[in-house]
Protein backbone atom coordinates (compact mmCIF):
# COMPACT_ATOMS: atom_id res chain seq x y z
CA UNK A 1 0.00 0.00 0.00
CA UNK A 2 1.19 3.63 -1.08
CA UNK A 3 2.63 4.82 2.26
CA UNK A 4 1.13 8.75 1.55
CA UNK A 5 -2.12 6.91 1.24
CA UNK A 6 -1.46 4.53 4.49
CA UNK A 7 -0.71 8.00 6.15
CA UNK A 8 -3.59 9.34 5.46
CA UNK A 9 -6.05 6.79 6.36
CA UNK A 10 -4.76 6.75 9.70
CA UNK A 11 -4.87 10.78 9.94
CA UNK A 12 -8.80 10.10 9.15
CA UNK A 13 -9.00 7.20 11.90
CA UNK A 14 -7.88 8.87 14.49
CA UNK A 15 -9.03 12.52 13.96
CA UNK A 16 -12.45 10.12 13.64
CA UNK A 17 -11.58 8.26 16.76
CA UNK A 18 -10.96 12.50 18.32
CA UNK A 19 -14.55 13.43 16.82
CA UNK A 20 -16.14 10.19 18.56
CA UNK A 21 -14.79 11.06 21.95
CA UNK A 22 -16.07 14.66 21.58
CA UNK A 23 -19.50 12.90 20.94
CA UNK A 24 -18.76 10.84 23.70
CA UNK A 25 -18.26 13.50 25.95
CA UNK A 26 -21.28 15.12 25.17
CA UNK A 27 -23.18 11.79 25.45
CA UNK A 28 -24.36 11.80 21.87
CA UNK A 29 -26.33 8.60 20.55
CA UNK A 30 -24.41 6.41 17.96
CA UNK A 31 -25.15 8.94 15.04
CA UNK A 32 -23.84 12.13 16.80
CA UNK A 33 -20.72 9.88 17.05
CA UNK A 34 -20.56 9.06 13.18
CA UNK A 35 -21.58 12.62 12.77
CA UNK A 36 -18.73 14.48 14.73
CA UNK A 37 -16.19 11.63 13.50
CA UNK A 38 -17.19 12.17 9.50
CA UNK A 39 -17.02 15.86 10.43
CA UNK A 40 -13.84 15.94 12.31
CA UNK A 41 -12.16 13.36 10.29
CA UNK A 42 -12.65 14.76 6.65
CA UNK A 43 -13.61 18.24 7.35
CA UNK A 44 -9.92 19.50 7.00
CA UNK A 45 -9.53 17.74 3.54
CA UNK A 46 -13.10 18.85 2.75
CA UNK A 47 -12.20 22.21 2.86
CA UNK A 48 -8.63 22.24 1.06
CA UNK A 49 -9.77 20.51 -1.59
CA UNK A 50 -12.31 22.57 -1.97
CA UNK A 51 -10.59 25.82 -1.94
CA UNK A 52 -7.67 24.18 -4.56
CA UNK A 53 -10.61 23.45 -6.73
CA UNK A 54 -10.12 19.52 -6.87
CA UNK A 55 -12.64 16.71 -6.33
CA UNK A 56 -13.44 16.28 -2.41
CA UNK A 57 -11.04 13.40 -1.88
CA UNK A 58 -13.76 11.17 0.29
CA UNK A 59 -16.03 11.85 -2.88
CA UNK A 60 -13.59 9.92 -5.09
CA UNK A 61 -12.69 7.06 -2.73
CA UNK A 62 -15.18 5.75 -0.89
CA UNK A 63 -13.02 4.02 1.90
CA UNK A 64 -12.70 7.21 3.98
CA UNK A 65 -16.45 6.79 4.53
CA UNK A 66 -15.88 3.22 5.66
CA UNK A 67 -12.80 4.21 8.00
CA UNK A 68 -14.93 6.86 9.83
CA UNK A 69 -18.32 4.75 10.31
CA UNK A 70 -15.36 2.05 11.70
CA UNK A 71 -13.93 4.31 13.87
CA UNK A 72 -17.07 5.85 15.38
CA UNK A 73 -18.35 2.67 15.90
CA UNK A 74 -15.56 1.37 17.82
CA UNK A 75 -15.15 3.89 20.37
CA UNK A 76 -19.10 3.94 20.81
CA UNK A 77 -18.72 1.15 22.51
CA UNK A 78 -15.32 1.35 23.91
CA UNK A 79 -15.44 5.40 25.23
CA UNK A 80 -16.92 4.78 28.51
CA UNK A 81 -13.67 2.38 29.60
CA UNK A 82 -11.44 5.20 28.94
CA UNK A 83 -10.31 6.68 31.81
CA UNK A 84 -9.87 10.66 30.75
CA UNK A 85 -11.65 11.03 27.44
CA UNK A 86 -10.33 14.62 26.96
CA UNK A 87 -6.74 13.49 27.63
CA UNK A 88 -6.81 11.01 24.99
CA UNK A 89 -8.78 13.14 22.71
CA UNK A 90 -5.68 15.62 22.82
CA UNK A 91 -3.53 12.95 22.03
CA UNK A 92 -5.31 11.40 18.92
CA UNK A 93 -5.86 15.21 17.75
CA UNK A 94 -2.25 15.29 18.05
CA UNK A 95 -1.61 12.37 15.67
CA UNK A 96 -4.00 13.57 13.46
CA UNK A 97 -2.73 17.11 13.48
CA UNK A 98 0.94 16.13 12.40
CA UNK A 99 -0.29 13.10 9.75
CA UNK A 100 -2.25 15.79 7.69
CA UNK A 101 0.18 18.83 8.12
CA UNK A 102 2.28 16.37 5.89
CA UNK A 103 -1.03 15.19 3.65
CA UNK A 104 -2.15 18.85 3.05
CA UNK A 105 1.43 19.89 2.19
CA UNK A 106 2.49 16.68 0.02
CA UNK A 107 -1.43 17.69 -1.77
CA UNK A 108 -1.08 21.36 -1.95
CA UNK A 109 2.56 21.38 -3.76
CA UNK A 110 1.39 18.51 -6.29
CA UNK A 111 -1.78 20.40 -6.97
CA UNK A 112 -0.24 23.80 -7.51
CA UNK A 113 3.19 23.77 -7.16
CA UNK A 114 3.63 26.99 -4.70
CA UNK A 115 5.19 26.22 -1.40
CA UNK A 116 3.49 28.81 0.34
CA UNK A 117 0.20 27.92 -0.87
CA UNK A 118 1.41 24.05 0.20
CA UNK A 119 2.27 25.37 3.66
CA UNK A 120 -1.26 26.78 3.89
CA UNK A 121 -3.19 24.24 3.03
CA UNK A 122 -0.74 21.91 5.13
CA UNK A 123 -2.11 24.07 8.33
CA UNK A 124 -5.87 24.23 6.94
CA UNK A 125 -5.84 20.28 6.40
CA UNK A 126 -4.31 19.41 10.03
CA UNK A 127 -6.38 22.61 12.30
CA UNK A 128 -10.09 22.78 10.36
CA UNK A 129 -10.72 19.34 11.12
CA UNK A 130 -10.26 20.01 15.04
CA UNK A 131 -11.96 23.68 14.94
CA UNK A 132 -15.13 22.11 13.54
CA UNK A 133 -15.02 19.10 15.97
CA UNK A 134 -15.10 21.85 18.93
CA UNK A 135 -17.30 24.09 17.31
CA UNK A 136 -20.16 21.53 17.05
CA UNK A 137 -19.86 20.15 20.03
CA UNK A 138 -19.90 23.26 21.98
CA UNK A 139 -16.52 22.43 23.25
CA UNK A 140 -13.72 25.16 23.87
CA UNK A 141 -11.86 25.63 20.78
CA UNK A 142 -8.59 24.04 20.76
CA UNK A 143 -7.66 27.12 18.87
CA UNK A 144 -7.74 29.05 22.26
CA UNK A 145 -6.04 27.07 24.53
CA UNK A 146 -2.60 28.57 25.61
CA UNK A 147 -0.64 25.64 24.05
CA UNK A 148 0.87 26.26 20.89
CA UNK A 149 -1.58 24.31 18.53
CA UNK A 150 -1.57 25.70 15.23
CA UNK A 151 2.33 26.50 15.23
CA UNK A 152 2.93 22.46 15.21
CA UNK A 153 1.09 22.34 11.70
CA UNK A 154 3.13 25.29 10.66
CA UNK A 155 6.43 23.55 11.63
CA UNK A 156 5.22 19.89 10.15
CA UNK A 157 4.33 21.60 6.81
CA UNK A 158 7.32 23.20 6.76
CA UNK A 159 9.68 20.65 7.11
CA UNK A 160 7.90 18.39 4.68
CA UNK A 161 7.45 21.33 1.69
CA UNK A 162 10.90 22.27 1.94
CA UNK A 163 12.16 19.13 2.45
CA UNK A 164 10.46 18.06 -0.90
CA UNK A 165 12.00 21.48 -2.93
CA UNK A 166 15.36 20.22 -1.20
CA UNK A 167 14.93 17.02 -3.20
CA UNK A 168 15.03 15.07 -0.23
CA UNK A 169 13.35 10.99 -0.20
CA UNK A 170 9.73 11.12 0.14
CA UNK A 171 9.52 9.19 3.03
CA UNK A 172 12.17 11.23 4.63
CA UNK A 173 10.22 14.35 4.26
CA UNK A 174 7.19 12.74 5.37
CA UNK A 175 8.46 11.03 8.77
CA UNK A 176 10.42 14.14 9.22
CA UNK A 177 7.22 16.86 8.41
CA UNK A 178 5.11 13.61 11.01
CA UNK A 179 7.64 14.19 13.61
CA UNK A 180 8.11 17.98 14.09
CA UNK A 181 4.63 18.70 14.14
CA UNK A 182 3.85 15.62 16.78
CA UNK A 183 7.06 16.42 18.84
CA UNK A 184 5.95 20.26 19.08
CA UNK A 185 2.17 19.48 19.65
CA UNK A 186 3.39 16.31 21.82
CA UNK A 187 5.78 19.18 23.96
CA UNK A 188 2.90 21.48 24.25
CA UNK A 189 0.30 18.42 26.07
CA UNK A 190 2.46 16.83 27.89
CA UNK A 191 4.60 19.98 29.25
CA UNK A 192 2.53 22.83 28.64
CA UNK A 193 4.62 24.48 25.92
CA UNK A 194 3.42 28.07 24.67
CA UNK B 1 -44.73 21.39 -11.54
CA UNK B 2 -42.20 18.58 -10.67
CA UNK B 3 -43.22 17.77 -7.31
CA UNK B 4 -39.43 17.37 -6.46
CA UNK B 5 -38.84 21.32 -7.01
CA UNK B 6 -42.00 21.39 -4.97
CA UNK B 7 -41.03 19.94 -1.88
CA UNK B 8 -37.40 21.36 -2.20
CA UNK B 9 -39.22 25.26 -2.52
CA UNK B 10 -41.19 24.08 0.68
CA UNK B 11 -38.27 23.28 2.25
CA UNK B 12 -36.12 26.54 1.57
CA UNK B 13 -39.32 28.37 2.94
CA UNK B 14 -39.75 26.51 6.26
CA UNK B 15 -36.00 26.69 6.62
CA UNK B 16 -35.88 30.20 5.59
CA UNK B 17 -39.02 30.85 8.21
CA UNK B 18 -37.01 28.93 10.96
CA UNK B 19 -33.96 31.55 10.47
CA UNK B 20 -36.38 34.45 10.28
CA UNK B 21 -37.69 33.52 13.71
CA UNK B 22 -34.02 33.16 15.25
CA UNK B 23 -33.67 36.74 13.58
CA UNK B 24 -37.00 37.73 15.53
CA UNK B 25 -35.54 35.88 18.56
CA UNK B 26 -32.69 37.98 18.37
CA UNK B 27 -34.37 41.37 18.02
CA UNK B 28 -32.54 42.44 14.15
CA UNK B 29 -33.79 44.17 11.52
CA UNK B 30 -35.28 43.02 8.65
CA UNK B 31 -31.71 42.87 7.35
CA UNK B 32 -30.61 40.30 9.97
CA UNK B 33 -34.24 38.42 8.99
CA UNK B 34 -33.12 38.04 5.46
CA UNK B 35 -29.99 37.12 6.01
CA UNK B 36 -30.85 34.62 8.92
CA UNK B 37 -33.73 33.10 6.39
CA UNK B 38 -30.82 33.02 3.60
CA UNK B 39 -28.59 31.12 5.44
CA UNK B 40 -30.75 28.89 7.32
CA UNK B 41 -32.83 28.36 3.78
CA UNK B 42 -29.93 26.85 1.37
CA UNK B 43 -26.57 26.75 3.80
CA UNK B 44 -27.56 23.13 3.83
CA UNK B 45 -27.55 22.39 -0.21
CA UNK B 46 -25.20 25.26 -0.77
CA UNK B 47 -22.71 22.79 1.16
CA UNK B 48 -24.12 19.66 -0.72
CA UNK B 49 -23.56 21.23 -3.86
CA UNK B 50 -20.13 22.46 -3.25
CA UNK B 51 -18.87 18.99 -2.02
CA UNK B 52 -20.27 17.41 -4.46
CA UNK B 53 -18.93 19.85 -7.02
CA UNK B 54 -21.93 20.92 -8.98
CA UNK B 55 -23.29 24.29 -9.60
CA UNK B 56 -25.28 25.49 -6.48
CA UNK B 57 -28.38 25.33 -6.52
CA UNK B 58 -29.81 28.80 -6.07
CA UNK B 59 -27.14 30.38 -8.24
CA UNK B 60 -28.50 28.57 -11.18
CA UNK B 61 -32.33 28.65 -10.15
CA UNK B 62 -32.73 32.30 -8.56
CA UNK B 63 -36.50 31.77 -7.40
CA UNK B 64 -34.93 30.17 -4.65
CA UNK B 65 -33.79 33.45 -3.81
CA UNK B 66 -37.59 35.41 -4.10
CA UNK B 67 -38.54 32.43 -2.01
CA UNK B 68 -36.30 32.80 1.19
CA UNK B 69 -36.62 36.45 0.77
CA UNK B 70 -40.49 36.60 0.93
CA UNK B 71 -40.99 34.19 3.74
CA UNK B 72 -38.41 36.88 5.72
CA UNK B 73 -40.24 39.59 5.00
CA UNK B 74 -43.55 37.30 6.08
CA UNK B 75 -42.55 36.71 9.30
CA UNK B 76 -41.03 40.29 9.66
CA UNK B 77 -44.43 41.81 9.74
CA UNK B 78 -46.11 38.45 11.62
CA UNK B 79 -43.85 36.97 14.24
CA UNK B 80 -44.44 39.32 17.09
CA UNK B 81 -48.10 37.38 16.95
CA UNK B 82 -46.98 34.00 17.57
CA UNK B 83 -47.10 32.96 21.05
CA UNK B 84 -43.48 30.79 21.23
CA UNK B 85 -41.49 31.72 18.52
CA UNK B 86 -38.88 29.15 19.57
CA UNK B 87 -41.36 26.11 19.90
CA UNK B 88 -42.65 27.60 15.84
CA UNK B 89 -39.20 27.32 15.16
CA UNK B 90 -38.59 23.69 16.12
CA UNK B 91 -41.57 22.61 14.27
CA UNK B 92 -40.27 24.23 11.05
CA UNK B 93 -36.81 23.04 11.16
CA UNK B 94 -38.25 19.17 11.95
CA UNK B 95 -40.45 20.49 8.07
CA UNK B 96 -37.37 21.66 6.41
CA UNK B 97 -35.64 18.88 7.89
CA UNK B 98 -37.72 16.17 6.43
CA UNK B 99 -37.44 17.53 3.08
CA UNK B 100 -34.21 18.38 3.08
CA UNK B 101 -33.56 14.85 3.82
CA UNK B 102 -35.24 13.61 0.99
CA UNK B 103 -34.05 16.21 -1.58
CA UNK B 104 -30.40 15.76 -0.65
CA UNK B 105 -30.05 11.88 -0.70
CA UNK B 106 -32.73 12.38 -4.10
CA UNK B 107 -29.17 14.90 -5.27
CA UNK B 108 -26.76 12.47 -4.13
CA UNK B 109 -28.13 9.41 -5.64
CA UNK B 110 -28.22 11.19 -8.92
CA UNK B 111 -25.28 12.97 -8.68
CA UNK B 112 -22.90 10.25 -7.44
CA UNK B 113 -24.83 6.95 -7.80
CA UNK B 114 -23.30 5.81 -4.11
CA UNK B 115 -25.96 4.89 -1.81
CA UNK B 116 -23.47 5.92 1.41
CA UNK B 117 -22.69 8.93 -0.40
CA UNK B 118 -26.64 9.53 -0.94
CA UNK B 119 -26.84 8.90 2.62
CA UNK B 120 -24.46 11.30 3.78
CA UNK B 121 -25.66 13.58 1.35
CA UNK B 122 -29.40 13.73 3.02
CA UNK B 123 -27.75 14.08 6.13
CA UNK B 124 -25.81 16.92 5.67
CA UNK B 125 -28.27 18.97 3.78
CA UNK B 126 -30.81 18.21 6.96
CA UNK B 127 -28.64 19.12 9.47
CA UNK B 128 -26.09 22.27 7.85
CA UNK B 129 -28.69 24.95 8.09
CA UNK B 130 -30.15 24.55 11.35
CA UNK B 131 -26.25 24.06 12.59
CA UNK B 132 -25.78 27.41 10.66
CA UNK B 133 -28.23 29.18 11.79
CA UNK B 134 -27.78 28.42 16.00
CA UNK B 135 -24.01 28.97 14.96
CA UNK B 136 -24.84 32.60 13.29
CA UNK B 137 -27.79 33.32 15.44
CA UNK B 138 -25.83 32.58 19.02
CA UNK B 139 -28.52 30.02 19.82
CA UNK B 140 -27.24 26.80 21.74
CA UNK B 141 -26.92 23.86 18.97
CA UNK B 142 -30.03 21.98 18.16
CA UNK B 143 -27.17 19.64 17.44
CA UNK B 144 -26.40 19.21 21.27
CA UNK B 145 -30.01 18.83 22.33
CA UNK B 146 -30.75 15.76 24.38
CA UNK B 147 -33.91 14.33 21.66
CA UNK B 148 -32.94 12.59 18.77
CA UNK B 149 -32.13 15.10 15.87
CA UNK B 150 -29.34 13.76 13.07
CA UNK B 151 -31.28 10.50 13.27
CA UNK B 152 -34.54 11.73 11.58
CA UNK B 153 -32.21 12.95 9.08
CA UNK B 154 -30.63 9.66 8.54
CA UNK B 155 -33.78 7.82 8.93
CA UNK B 156 -35.88 10.00 5.99
CA UNK B 157 -32.08 9.55 3.87
CA UNK B 158 -32.50 6.20 4.54
CA UNK B 159 -35.99 5.07 3.52
CA UNK B 160 -35.90 7.59 0.21
CA UNK B 161 -32.39 5.84 -0.93
CA UNK B 162 -32.89 2.35 -0.34
CA UNK B 163 -36.68 2.91 -1.99
CA UNK B 164 -34.96 4.24 -4.84
CA UNK B 165 -33.03 1.50 -5.38
CA UNK B 166 -35.28 -0.80 -4.85
CA UNK B 167 -37.04 0.13 -7.79
CA UNK B 168 -40.11 1.35 -5.42
CA UNK B 169 -42.54 4.46 -7.58
CA UNK B 170 -40.47 7.94 -6.70
CA UNK B 171 -43.49 9.90 -5.10
CA UNK B 172 -43.51 7.04 -2.31
CA UNK B 173 -39.69 6.99 -1.73
CA UNK B 174 -39.60 10.96 -1.50
CA UNK B 175 -43.42 10.56 0.86
CA UNK B 176 -41.95 7.54 3.06
CA UNK B 177 -38.43 9.50 3.73
CA UNK B 178 -40.03 12.31 4.30
CA UNK B 179 -42.65 11.31 6.87
CA UNK B 180 -39.72 8.57 8.47
CA UNK B 181 -37.95 12.17 9.11
CA UNK B 182 -40.63 14.10 10.37
CA UNK B 183 -42.03 11.53 12.75
CA UNK B 184 -38.98 10.61 14.56
CA UNK B 185 -38.09 14.47 14.88
CA UNK B 186 -41.63 15.60 15.71
CA UNK B 187 -41.36 12.75 17.94
CA UNK B 188 -38.18 14.03 19.71
CA UNK B 189 -39.66 17.86 19.98
CA UNK B 190 -42.97 16.49 20.91
CA UNK B 191 -42.86 13.49 23.19
CA UNK B 192 -39.15 14.30 24.32
CA UNK B 193 -37.41 10.85 22.24
CA UNK B 194 -33.55 10.51 22.76
CA UNK C 1 -2.32 50.21 -10.65
CA UNK C 2 -5.89 48.74 -11.14
CA UNK C 3 -8.44 50.67 -9.02
CA UNK C 4 -10.43 47.54 -8.27
CA UNK C 5 -7.54 45.97 -6.99
CA UNK C 6 -6.00 48.34 -5.09
CA UNK C 7 -9.28 48.53 -3.57
CA UNK C 8 -9.20 44.80 -2.75
CA UNK C 9 -5.85 44.76 -1.88
CA UNK C 10 -6.75 47.46 0.95
CA UNK C 11 -9.79 45.41 2.22
CA UNK C 12 -7.70 41.71 2.48
CA UNK C 13 -5.40 44.43 4.46
CA UNK C 14 -7.65 45.98 6.71
CA UNK C 15 -9.99 42.88 7.38
CA UNK C 16 -6.15 41.10 8.14
CA UNK C 17 -5.27 44.20 10.68
CA UNK C 18 -8.69 43.49 12.35
CA UNK C 19 -8.29 39.59 12.56
CA UNK C 20 -4.39 40.24 13.59
CA UNK C 21 -5.97 42.61 16.71
CA UNK C 22 -8.46 39.91 17.71
CA UNK C 23 -5.26 37.47 17.78
CA UNK C 24 -3.57 40.28 19.70
CA UNK C 25 -6.70 40.50 22.03
CA UNK C 26 -6.69 36.79 23.21
CA UNK C 27 -2.87 36.94 23.64
CA UNK C 28 -2.07 33.88 20.78
CA UNK C 29 1.52 33.80 19.49
CA UNK C 30 2.65 35.15 15.85
CA UNK C 31 1.39 31.79 14.13
CA UNK C 32 -1.86 32.88 16.01
CA UNK C 33 -1.63 36.44 14.16
CA UNK C 34 -1.06 35.08 10.77
CA UNK C 35 -3.90 32.44 11.35
CA UNK C 36 -6.62 34.58 11.87
CA UNK C 37 -5.04 37.26 9.60
CA UNK C 38 -5.35 35.37 6.77
CA UNK C 39 -8.99 33.96 7.91
CA UNK C 40 -10.49 37.10 7.83
CA UNK C 41 -8.89 39.19 5.39
CA UNK C 42 -9.65 36.29 2.31
CA UNK C 43 -12.25 34.65 4.11
CA UNK C 44 -15.26 36.48 2.91
CA UNK C 45 -13.80 36.34 -0.80
CA UNK C 46 -13.00 32.63 -0.63
CA UNK C 47 -16.49 31.63 -0.10
CA UNK C 48 -17.95 34.17 -2.75
CA UNK C 49 -15.51 32.50 -4.94
CA UNK C 50 -16.47 28.77 -4.01
CA UNK C 51 -20.48 30.01 -4.24
CA UNK C 52 -19.78 30.85 -7.55
CA UNK C 53 -17.87 28.32 -8.66
CA UNK C 54 -14.75 30.73 -9.83
CA UNK C 55 -11.28 29.89 -8.74
CA UNK C 56 -10.47 31.13 -5.57
CA UNK C 57 -9.18 34.62 -5.76
CA UNK C 58 -6.06 34.22 -3.46
CA UNK C 59 -5.04 30.90 -5.01
CA UNK C 60 -4.55 32.71 -8.65
CA UNK C 61 -2.80 35.63 -7.24
CA UNK C 62 -0.44 34.82 -4.35
CA UNK C 63 0.24 38.77 -3.60
CA UNK C 64 -2.82 37.99 -1.57
CA UNK C 65 -0.90 35.30 1.00
CA UNK C 66 2.01 38.27 1.26
CA UNK C 67 -0.31 41.22 2.26
CA UNK C 68 -2.09 38.91 5.22
CA UNK C 69 1.56 37.84 5.84
CA UNK C 70 3.18 41.15 6.15
CA UNK C 71 0.00 42.88 7.82
CA UNK C 72 -0.34 39.91 10.86
CA UNK C 73 3.40 40.66 10.78
CA UNK C 74 2.98 44.65 11.06
CA UNK C 75 0.38 44.22 13.89
CA UNK C 76 2.49 41.61 16.11
CA UNK C 77 4.75 44.30 16.36
CA UNK C 78 3.10 47.18 17.22
CA UNK C 79 -0.89 46.18 18.91
CA UNK C 80 0.30 46.34 22.37
CA UNK C 81 1.07 50.08 20.93
CA UNK C 82 -2.78 50.72 20.43
CA UNK C 83 -4.76 52.28 23.13
CA UNK C 84 -7.97 50.77 22.59
CA UNK C 85 -7.71 47.49 20.29
CA UNK C 86 -11.26 46.34 20.02
CA UNK C 87 -12.06 50.03 18.88
CA UNK C 88 -8.96 50.18 16.14
CA UNK C 89 -10.77 46.83 15.02
CA UNK C 90 -14.35 47.66 14.56
CA UNK C 91 -12.83 50.91 12.25
CA UNK C 92 -10.78 48.79 10.41
CA UNK C 93 -13.66 45.99 10.50
CA UNK C 94 -15.85 48.94 8.86
CA UNK C 95 -13.20 49.79 6.23
CA UNK C 96 -12.72 46.40 4.99
CA UNK C 97 -16.66 45.71 5.32
CA UNK C 98 -17.12 48.61 2.93
CA UNK C 99 -14.42 47.40 0.63
CA UNK C 100 -15.56 44.21 0.01
CA UNK C 101 -19.27 45.21 -0.11
CA UNK C 102 -18.24 46.98 -3.46
CA UNK C 103 -15.45 44.23 -4.68
CA UNK C 104 -18.09 41.18 -4.21
CA UNK C 105 -20.88 43.25 -5.87
CA UNK C 106 -18.40 43.98 -8.62
CA UNK C 107 -17.28 40.21 -9.29
CA UNK C 108 -20.62 38.78 -8.57
CA UNK C 109 -22.11 41.20 -11.16
CA UNK C 110 -19.05 40.57 -13.73
CA UNK C 111 -19.32 36.73 -13.24
CA UNK C 112 -23.33 35.84 -13.00
CA UNK C 113 -24.78 38.89 -14.37
CA UNK C 114 -27.40 39.58 -11.65
CA UNK C 115 -28.25 42.23 -9.70
CA UNK C 116 -29.42 40.06 -7.20
CA UNK C 117 -26.75 37.42 -7.09
CA UNK C 118 -24.18 40.67 -7.57
CA UNK C 119 -25.89 42.03 -4.02
CA UNK C 120 -25.66 38.94 -2.43
CA UNK C 121 -21.84 38.35 -3.16
CA UNK C 122 -21.23 42.14 -2.15
CA UNK C 123 -22.81 41.21 1.33
CA UNK C 124 -21.25 37.61 1.44
CA UNK C 125 -17.82 39.23 0.88
CA UNK C 126 -18.01 41.59 3.20
CA UNK C 127 -19.75 39.96 6.30
CA UNK C 128 -18.25 36.29 6.50
CA UNK C 129 -14.67 37.37 7.10
CA UNK C 130 -15.86 39.22 10.55
CA UNK C 131 -18.35 36.71 11.29
CA UNK C 132 -15.58 33.76 11.32
CA UNK C 133 -12.87 36.09 12.91
CA UNK C 134 -15.65 36.25 15.82
CA UNK C 135 -15.94 32.59 15.71
CA UNK C 136 -12.23 32.10 15.82
CA UNK C 137 -11.58 33.63 18.04
CA UNK C 138 -13.99 33.11 20.60
CA UNK C 139 -15.21 36.92 20.36
CA UNK C 140 -19.03 37.94 20.50
CA UNK C 141 -20.05 38.10 16.79
CA UNK C 142 -20.24 41.26 15.40
CA UNK C 143 -23.82 40.18 13.48
CA UNK C 144 -25.18 40.01 17.27
CA UNK C 145 -24.44 43.40 18.26
CA UNK C 146 -27.21 45.85 18.17
CA UNK C 147 -25.65 48.81 15.57
CA UNK C 148 -26.31 47.94 12.29
CA UNK C 149 -23.95 45.74 10.84
CA UNK C 150 -25.31 43.58 7.48
CA UNK C 151 -27.20 47.28 6.60
CA UNK C 152 -24.28 48.65 5.53
CA UNK C 153 -23.23 46.18 3.23
CA UNK C 154 -26.12 45.65 1.25
CA UNK C 155 -26.35 49.42 1.33
CA UNK C 156 -22.81 49.65 -0.25
CA UNK C 157 -23.16 46.39 -2.64
CA UNK C 158 -26.93 48.14 -3.94
CA UNK C 159 -25.48 51.63 -4.40
CA UNK C 160 -22.53 50.02 -6.54
CA UNK C 161 -24.78 47.50 -8.77
CA UNK C 162 -27.62 49.72 -9.12
CA UNK C 163 -24.57 52.35 -10.09
CA UNK C 164 -23.06 50.05 -12.87
CA UNK C 165 -26.67 48.45 -14.06
CA UNK C 166 -27.33 52.33 -15.10
CA UNK C 167 -24.47 53.43 -16.19
CA UNK C 168 -22.65 55.48 -14.25
CA UNK C 169 -19.11 55.52 -14.51
CA UNK C 170 -17.64 52.86 -12.37
CA UNK C 171 -15.00 54.74 -10.60
CA UNK C 172 -18.02 56.61 -9.35
CA UNK C 173 -20.14 53.73 -8.73
CA UNK C 174 -17.25 52.05 -6.27
CA UNK C 175 -16.62 55.15 -4.62
CA UNK C 176 -20.46 55.39 -4.24
CA UNK C 177 -20.78 51.68 -2.89
CA UNK C 178 -17.93 52.44 -0.16
CA UNK C 179 -18.74 55.61 0.82
CA UNK C 180 -22.27 54.30 1.81
CA UNK C 181 -21.45 51.50 3.47
CA UNK C 182 -18.16 53.28 5.29
CA UNK C 183 -21.14 55.94 6.67
CA UNK C 184 -24.05 53.82 7.60
CA UNK C 185 -21.22 51.33 9.54
CA UNK C 186 -19.07 54.38 11.18
CA UNK C 187 -22.35 56.02 12.30
CA UNK C 188 -23.12 52.85 14.04
CA UNK C 189 -19.91 52.48 15.87
CA UNK C 190 -19.64 56.34 16.46
CA UNK C 191 -23.34 57.35 16.86
CA UNK C 192 -24.99 54.09 18.18
CA UNK C 193 -27.23 53.55 14.86
CA UNK C 194 -29.36 50.87 15.29
Redesign the interface.
Known amino acids: MDPVLFLDYCGVAVFAAAGALAASR?QM?I??FL?LA?ATGVGGG?FRD????V??FW?VN?DY?LIWTATAILVFFTAHRVESRYKLLLWLDALGLAAFAVMGAAKGLSV?G?P??AI?MG?LTA?FGG?LRD????E??V??RPE?Y??AA?GGASVYTLGELAGMPLLFCQLGGFLVAFVIRGGAIRFGW?
Do not use: E, N, Q, W
Open positions: KDIGFGTLIMGPVMHVTSIIIVTILLAGPSLLVITVR
